[in-house]
């Protein structure tokens, strides 16, 4: 079970937090956070309660519905890492291919066909799926 915390990392305290509520300290913190950069700080009915994070830990953000994960000293926000996705058993997603040439012409040249794979290849490159 991954814990689940309230936003990005932030450098102050809540002025009124509510217990149960769990946040990212930021890399400067303030107030009641002061020492505590990129730990977690939980309230609890006792006040501020610490965890300091370690290589792998993970946390639901619970504004945007990403994922934290601590990794060699600081929070990744969003970054999914893998070797593929598989999406019902079908493989989507694999390793970055080699760069496709863009088509250049031929016996009979066909604009619309050329510039719609054109096109396609510009978004396959733009997603990182292939080499430019």
Do not use: K, N
Request: hydrophobic share 40%; proline share 5%.
């Amino acid at each position: 079970m991954a814990a689940a915390v309230e936003g990005l990392p932030t450098a102050a305290p809540p002025a009124t937090p509510a217990i149960g509520l769990c946040y990212i300290v930021g890399g400067s913190p303030s107030g009641d956070w002061s020492g505590r950069a990129q730990q977690l700080a939980a309230y609890t009915s006792g006040g501020w309660r610490f965890i300091a994070p370690r290589d792998g830990m993970s946390a639901l953000v619970r504004s945007s519905g990403g994922t934290a994960v601590y990794r060699s000293g600081a929070w990744e926000i969003g970054t999914l890492r893998g070797s593929e996705v598989t999406i019902d058993g079908q493989q989507v997603v694999g390793a970055r291919s080699a760069a496709i040439a863009a088509p250049t012409g031929g016996g009979t040249t066909d604009l619309e066909a050329r510039t719609a794979v054109g096109q396609i290849l510009a978004a396959l490159r733009e997603h990182g799926l292939i080499e430019t």
